[in-house]
C-alpha cells in the first residue's frame, strides 16, 4: 500500500497522459537514430555489464564539447535509447552528446549503480577533448549531482574539465526516498545510505557551477528537491541557480532539449 510519500513522488501518476509520453519517446528516438544515419549513435563500452554502455553523437565539423546526459526512471527503470532524441538541440549547437546507459536496482545496489556512471563519465572523458557538461534528468539529475561531490571517485583530470552541472527534475536529498514502499521496495535503501547518497547533504567539488531546472507543474516536493540543492550549494561555494519552467510537466521538461534555440539547450551548451 502507498503512503503520503509514494504519491509526493509519483510522477506518473502526476501525469495523465505519461504512458503515452514514454512511448513517444522510444518512437521519437527510433525516428531519430534512422534520420543520423546507420553510423550512429556510435555505442562504446565502460564495463563489463551488459548495460554499462553510452552512445556517442557527433556534430557536423568539429566539436565544441561535450555533453554527457544520464537518463532517468528512479534508478529502475527506463534506458539511454529512450532519450536519443535530446541529442538535437545540442547537435545543432556543434556540441557532441554522450549517453549513459548503467545498471538498474534492484540488480545492482544503488552505490554500485552511481559507481557506473561515474565509470561512465570517466570513460567519456578519457576518449573525448574539451569542456564537458553533465545533465541527467530525475534519477539521473541525482547521478551527475552525485559525480561532482567530493567522495564520488570522479578523477580530478575529468573532474577540472566540467563546465556545468544540469540537474533536470533531480533528486538531491533521498531520505524521503527511503521512506516510499515503492520506490524504496526496490532500492532497499536505510536512512544512513540514503544520506550517503544525497548530494545535498554532501560537499561539492565542482569547478563549474551548477543549474538545477524543474517543470513548473512538477510535483511540490520535485520543486523543493531542486531549490533544495541550488540553496544548499550556494552556501558551499558553488554558483548555482535554480530555474522553474512555466507550463512543463516531468515529461515535458526535457522536450526544450530538441531545439538549439532554447534557454535548456543553451544553459547545456556553453559557449567560449
Known amino acids: 500500500m502507498s ?35 546507420a ?14 554502455v553510452f552512445d556517442l553523437f557527433e556534430p557536423e565539423g568539429e566539436a565544441a564539447g561535450t555533453l554527457i546526459f544520464v537518463h532517468g526512471g528512479y534508478w529502475r527503470a527506463l534506458s539511454r535509447r529512450d532519450n536519443h532524441q535530446f541529442a ?7 556540441w557532441r552528446v554522450a549517453l549513459i546507459e548503467y545498471p538498474l536496482c534492484p ?21 573525448v577533448t574539451g569542456p564537458l557538461v553533465l545533465a541527467g534528468h530525475s534519477a539521473g539529475g541525482h547521478l551527475v549531482t552525485h559525480a561532482v561531490t567530493t567522495h564520488s571517485g570522479l578523477l580530478a583530470a575529468a573532474r577540472k574539465r ?3 552541472v544540469i540537474s533536470i527534475s533531480g533528486l538531491h536529498d533521498l531520505r524521503p526516498i527511503a521512506a516510499t514502499t515503492d520506490i524504496n521496495g526496490t532500492l532497499g535503501l536505510s536512512e544512513q545510505r540514503a544520506t550517503l547518497a544525497s548530494p545535498a547533504l554532501q560537499s561539492p567539488d565542482l569547478p563549474g557551477d551548477l543549474i538545477c531546472v524543474v517543470g513548473g507543474d512538477e510535483l511540490p516536493e520535485l520543486k523543493r ?30 522536450e526544450a532539449l530538441r ?7 543553451r544553459w547545456a551548451t556553453p559557449e567560449g
Open 39 to 52: 553510423d550512429q549513435p556510435l555505442e562504446r563500452t565502460y564495463g563489463v555489464g551488459e548495460r554499462e
Open 3 to 37: 503512503n503520503a510519500w509514494d504519491r509526493a513522488y509519483d510522477n506518473r501518476a502526476a501525469v495523465a497522459d505519461a504512458g503515452d509520453w514514454l512511448r513517444h519517446w522510444q518512437a521519437d528516438a527510433a525516428a531519430f537514430r534512422a534520420l543520423r544515419g
Open 225 to 254: 528537491q531542486t531549490h533544495l540543492l541550488a540553496n544548499i550549494w550556494t552556501g558551499l561555494g558553488v554558483a548555482t541557480r535554480a530555474v522553474e519552467l512555466a507550463g512543463e510537466h516531468h515529461f515535458s521538461v526535457l
Open 162 to 164: 566540467i563546465r556545468r
Open 88 to 94: 538535437a538541440g545540442a547537435l545543432a549547437r556543434g
Open 259 to 265: 531545439s538549439p534555440a532554447t534557454a535548456l539547450t
Open 107 to 127: 540488480d545492482v545496489t544503488l552505490e554500485s549503480l552511481a559507481d557506473a556512471v561515474i565509470a561512465g563519465i570517466q570513460a567519456i572523458a578519457d576518449e
